[in-house]
């Protein structure tokens, strides 16, 4: 028997769950396909930040998005508490990108002073502090710490407790979960899709891809053109701590729990998630650079996990021409952007477009240059 | 709780628990000394406060977590005692740079 949605979602991380629940929340009958435990799942291998500062050099409508969703994110985070009853330790006290030499830190200031610089770039604070006012805010920082920029906008989350809420969230809002549904080709007929899976078929008026690295080979078949490849980082964590570190800096960070959590490295290795020792180990270097005490702590575990890029790595928003109710969201910032996939976006995409005056810039239209001749 | 069998051999070594002195056996475990100890825990966990003592006392289950001469989260089923060595139980997180 063929089950019917106004609305499928295809995948079930946390673009597709944060578009679901806030699609379930409008009262939409919506499908979420996901391809089940083996997926390549970005949402539970990210590094957690809610995070503003250095984004959108190249494009100041992803900043002025980024900053709309971080703002959004305090209410997010309580209705979804409110809701499910888990706290997923919503913090913004403001971030950190540190600098261990001077060139860094010029580098640095060079490149937020470009971004800011854009016309139509949304004006929020921001600052570089040299290595006394950093001091300050953050004791425990090592001698080679020349200083740092700071964004009172950043901040982060515990996102698996982010992944379990949205999912309980939205099965309470009557939104059906279909695990082990990977999508083997999707047929429009008759303003309706159909989605082929060998557990069965299933139909809806309207479908969203947010499948990651998967929306480029699903795209083409309902006339989009998503160019998305996967790009690695590896994460180190350490064992619990007491708190030390009262703001999460970009490539360091304590979860609410305790532990340590050290990562940013990108590597382009096509779709090998497996993790290695000498990027490890650097991401331990620098981190202990920029905190000596964290040469003593224990390792518990590394991983790796494949972010979903584009080649100019913004996001992807678009809707199909040629099937109406195809849509596709795919972002390497799961996180951040969350608050508005659940608030903004699955409104609009239940009223069937994406205004062109806020998401024309994000259709993968921009990619369609004729080559230099 | 445990006892020595009685021909285990002189306690020789004197340690400290929790600033307490106690005399353990050369090749015992920091595990098997605070055992003989009567220590009915060594730790309370870093999340939910709840209170765990060696299990495994073959390096596994990391529930033995002590810190030994200012070191935290050592495994004490696999540190042999030493004159000497001051061991502390450990109440929640480990405290970062000890």
Redesign the interface.
């Known amino acids: 028997m063929a089950r019917e949605f106004d609305i499928a979602v295809i995948g079930g991380g946390l673009v597709g769950a944060a578009i679901a629940w806030g699609l379930g929340k409008i009262g939409q009958r919506v499908a979420v396909l996901d391809e089940g435990d083996i997926a390549f799942r970005a949402s539970r291998g990210n590094f957690a930040l809610v995070w503003v500062q250095s984004k959108g050099l190249g494009m100041p409508e992803y900043a002025g998005w980024t900053v709309r969703s971080s703002e959004a994110w305090g209410g997010f985070a309580d209705e979804l508490k409110e809701q499910t009853g888990l706290d997923i330790c919503h913090q913004r006290p403001g971030g950190f990108h540190l600098a261990l030499s001077e060139a860094e830190l010029a580098n640095r200031e060079s490149i937020l002073k470009r971004l800011h610089n854009q016309p139509a770039m949304q004006r929020y604070e921001w600052e570089i502090m040299d290595r006394a006012r950093v001091q300050r805010m953050l004791p425990q920082v090592g001698p080679e710490v020349v200083g740092g920029s700071y964004c009172p906008l950043d901040g982060h989350v515990n996102s698996p407790r982010l992944f379990r809420a949205l999912h309980a969230g939205m099965q309470q809002l009557g939104v059906t979960y279909l695990p082990n549904h990977p999508v083997e080709q999707i047929t429009y007929r008759d303003r309706q899709f159909v989605m082929h899976t060998p557990a069965g078929e299933v139909r809806s008026g309207k479908l969203v891809l947010a499948a990651g690295n998967g929306n480029a080979r699903l795209g083409p078949m309902v006339g989009l053109n998503v160019p998305v490849r996967p790009q690695r980082g590896q994460i180190v964590v350490t064992e619990k701590a007491a708190p030390f570190l009262n703001y999460p800096v970009v490539t360091v960070r304590q979860t609410d729990e305790g532990g340590v959590m050290l990562g940013d490295s990108l590597e382009e290795t096509g779709f090998d998630p497996t993790v290695g020792t000498g990027v490890i180990s650097t991401i331990a270097e620098r981190a202990v650079r920029m905190f000596p005490v964290l040469a003593r702590l224990n390792v518990v575990r590394t991983w790796a996990a494949l972010r979903v890029m584009t080649q100019d790595g913004f996001p992807i928003y678009d809707q199909s021409a040629t099937c109406p109710g195809a849509f596709v969201a795919t972002c390497h910032s799961g996180v951040t952007l969350a608050a508005n996939h659940a608030l903004v976006l699955a409104p609009l995409i239940a009223g069937g477009s994406l205004p062109p005056e806020t998401f024309e810039v994000f259709s993968a239209r921009r990619f369609d240059v004729p080559a230099a001749a | 709780m445990f006892q020595r069998l009685p021909d285990a051999g002189d306690l020789a070594v004197a340690i400290t628990i929790d600033g307490k002195p106690v005399k353990a056996r050369a090749g015992d475990t920091v595990a098997a000394a605070l055992f003989a100890a009567g220590i009915d825990h060594c730790r309370t966990t870093?999340?939910s406060g709840t209170p765990r003592a060696p299990y495994c006392m073959m390096g596994v289950c990391f529930e033995c977590l002590v810190t030994i001469d200012g070191?935290?989260?050592r495994q004490a089923c696999l540190v042999p005692v030493q004159e000497g060595m001051s061991v502390e139980t450990q109440r929640?997180?480990?405290?970062?740079?000890?």
């Open positions: 870093p999340v070191v935290g989260n929640g997180k480990r405290e970062i740079g000890r």
